[in-house]
Each structure stands twice: as C-alpha cells, then as structure tokens.
C-alpha cells in the first residue's frame, strides 16, 4: 500500500499494514505458504512449513506461519508452542506476540494473555490492534472501567470506523449505560448503514423499539445485493425483533426464520452426539459411582454453579444472588469445560474420568479456583460461574469440588427454546426440532443426577420465581446456607456490569411479561412441541421414563 493510501486508512488499518511490514516474508517458499493460509488451505501451508523447517529450524517467520496453519486447523495448543519458539528466536517479532497473545486470550489464558499485550505496548502504546486486544482481555476479566476507557479512547480516535463504535456501545451496555451506549450504535450505523452487528445490537437491548425510519432502513439494507452474508443474518433478526416489538408476528416470524435458517447452515452439528454424551453420562456417574469417590476433590465451598439452557432466567439468578453481600458474580466462566478437554479430550469425556485419580481430581478442583480467581475483585466468599453449558458436567463439578452448590434454572421449554431460536448466537443456531430434542437431553441428565444425588441441585422454576420473588429467594438462599437479605430482592437496584443479552431486563424489578409471550409464536411451533413432547406438557414436572 502507497503512504498516500495509507494516510487514508483509519488507524487500525495502518497498524495492521505496518505490523505485517515490519517484518516482510521474501523467501519464494513463505511466500507460497503465505498464499495458502489466505486461501484458508491451512493442510498445505502445515504441509509446506513442516518441510522448510526441517531444512531451517531456526527460521522464526516460518515457525510462525507453521503456528498459523496450526490455529487454522483448530489445533490450539500446538500453534500456542509454536509462536511461544517463534518469540525465543525473535522476540522483536511483534505479529508474532500479537498472534500469541490472541490465541492465549482464545484458550482462556487471560492473565498471560494480558502480559503479552503489556509487552506490544511497551514498544508500542499508541498503537489500535494492541490497546483494543487489552480492553477485550480486561473486559472479560471484570476490569469494566479501565476497558471502557480504552473502547472510549479507540471510538473518538477513530470516528469513521464502525466497528470502534460498536465496541464502545458494548463496553457502555454492560456498564449499565443504556442511553450512551444506544447513541454508539447509532454512530456505528451512521458510519456503515449496513453494519448489521450494530442493528443487532440496538435490537438486542431489549429496552430499545425500533421506529418506522429504522425498519425502512434496515430493509433498504437487505435490498443491497453486495452486503456480506454476517449482515445480512444479522439484519434479519434485528428486523425480527423490530417487528415483534410492533405486534407484527407473522413479519416477525418471517425474518426469524430466514435469519436463524442461514446461520443453521453454517452450524456443524449432530443431535446424536449430545444424546450419547448423555447417555455415557448416566453410565459412568451411577450412585456406586459417586459413593466410591467421596471425599475426592477440592473442599472449597466458594463456587456457585448457574446453569441449564439459555435464556431461561439465569441472568436474573445471577442478579438476585449477587445482591447478597456475600455473594459475587464473575460471568459465564468456560473452565470446567476446558478442564474436562484437558483431561479426556472431548471425544472420551466422560468415560475417561473414570480412570482419574484422587490427587488429579484434587488437581483439576484446585485449577478451576486458580483460574477463575482472577475474575474476583470483590473478596467476598462465594462467586457466581452463570456458563449454562456446565449442566453436561454436574458429574465432574461434583468430583472435583463437592462442596461447590449447583443451581438449575428452568423455563418453560417453549418459551426458553423460542427464545434461543430469536437469538443470533455464532456457532450454536439450531432448527426448531433440535432445539426441542436438545432441551429434552438436557432434563434427561439432570433427572439422572437428581437420582444420584439426591437434593445436590437446586431448580429454580423461573415462572415460580416471577410469580412469588420472595418466597422462592428464601428458599433459594435457604439451600446455598445463606441468611436472608433485603437487597436480593431489590436486585435491580445493584449496580453491576452484566455481559449477557439480558442485561437491561434485570435492571428492572421483575415481571411476568415474558412468561407467555411464546404463545404469540404458537403456530409456527408445530415442530419444537412435537419434540418436546412430554417435557412441554407436564411442565415443570419430570416426565416418566426420564
């Protein structure tokens, strides 16, 4: 690129035209490997890179495409080794730590991530790409106020760029700043009408109504004929919601459907698979099972699991409880799941916890603490870890920390299906039936471990919570050994960042608007009810036969 062209580019895109310039691929063979991972033939470049390091070894750009092929071909460790040796060769080599420090945040190293991008900007303070991979780290780490203030820095800096803006929005939206995070997103579409992601966002507040000038727009959008396939997605639930909001089911419906259609495709997913993981699930962790491990693990009584399927009322379990003063939440944490890869890898979980040890088990509970401590900044006893995909673990939660509580929160399977299905989610969008199949997985395992371990979880009904706050908040606290307090009940009033889609709704006293709002959907349900069956009809009790 000419440094006219370059003055022209905003600042992101001249740090990322100077990083790759800093150090330039001359060699004929890395420059081949280099055309391969643009073309995403990451098995070639690996290919290609394995056999020019076996004639040079020590030749860190190639060590550092080699990582790249490895990190395209979903093998996370072995890139995070290779960039590691690429850094020992070359610590000046900055795109090399910058890939480095990336992938440790993406592997849930955040505290190592976060030193990695100390060191690009200690050579570098000024520079976008570094400072914004620092505000991200911070943000997931609970560092709300120093990651705001680099997303504000970044935005001003960078007036004409979209996706600043958006990150701004997002930091503010979290903090509980409705009002300016809203006038973000709004300086986001202005910068690209198209920016399908700030639409979404908009919509996704849940507090925001949509007027008839943004549904002429986002449709004006979606008549471009040269929109990338992520905005067009992400216009179509905007305008779904858009339309839900006006009372328009049938529009709503429409854009719901095509939008969640698209992302379906994009998804590589096997109903059977979840099926039998829970099948293996119920094989290994009988009650003889459990018994013979008693008195394994970790003894801290610290943490709170809240799991279950999204968008059945977590978020405002989560709230209540954090309204307690000895209670802290950190977010939708994903260690238990990285801990049962590290340990059986995801293709032999759960059969190979069976061959675990007690001093591994003690390990793996004593892991889990060191990692989410770096979540904690309020000191008090107990934290909150709100990742619903934790119920596929309960078995390995209560090996590894048996005195940890485990809360299941439960919505009507419709309501709490519809409602995934409305969301854009970038790996997880499912069609009607499977995600009717998936919720009756789901209480099929949790019925099997209420068996085996009778009264370790708690279940929270969220529409029994919604119709009597206090009464199930007694009891809620009753089961996790915790007295009583004003305040859970006024959870609306604790300021706190919230990073789930329900953030604004749990800033406000509760209600039961979004009880049977499902019912406005009914007609289009026909393949979610037939799945669910039983589990819909008997609602909140268990079915027989799971």
Known sequence: MRMAELKNTDGFARAATEL????????PRLQKIVAALRNRDFAFAEEEAAGYL??????????YLRALAARGLDQHQKAVTLLAAALELAPDFAAARFDYAKLLFETNRFSAALEQAELLLANAPSNPLFRHLKATILQTVGEHVQALTIFEQLAAENPARAQSWLGYGDSLRMAGFREKSVA??????????SFGSAWWSLANMKTVGFGDADIAAIQKQLLEPDISPDDRVLLQFALGKAYEDKGVYDRSWEHYAKANAAMRLRVDYDPDTLSSGVAANKHVFTAEFLRSRSGTGCSAAGPIFILGRPRSGSTLVEQILCSHSMVEGTAELPYIAALARQETSEKDFPERVEQLGPDTLLGLGQAYLESAHVHRKLGRPFFIDKNPANYFYVGLIQLILPNAKIIDVRRNPAAASLSIFKQYYSRINLRLNELGRFYCDY??????????????VHRVIYEEMVSNPEAEVRRLLDHLGLPFEEACLRFYETERPVLTPSSEQVRRPISNEAVDHWRNYEKWL???????GPVLTEYPAIPDGF
Request: aromatic content about 4%; overall charge positive; proline content about 8%.
């Open 54 to 63: 076996a004639e040079r070894a020590d030749d860190a750009n190639a060590i």
């Open 526 to 532: 026909a393949p979610l009810i037939k799945s669910l």
């Open 443 to 456: 209480v099929e395992l949790m019925a099997h471990f209420d068996r085996v371990m009778p009264g370790r």
């Open 20 to 27: 790759r310039a800093q150090r330039p691929m001359r060699s």
């Open 184 to 193: 973000a997103y709004r300086r986001a579409i202005a910068c690209r009408p």
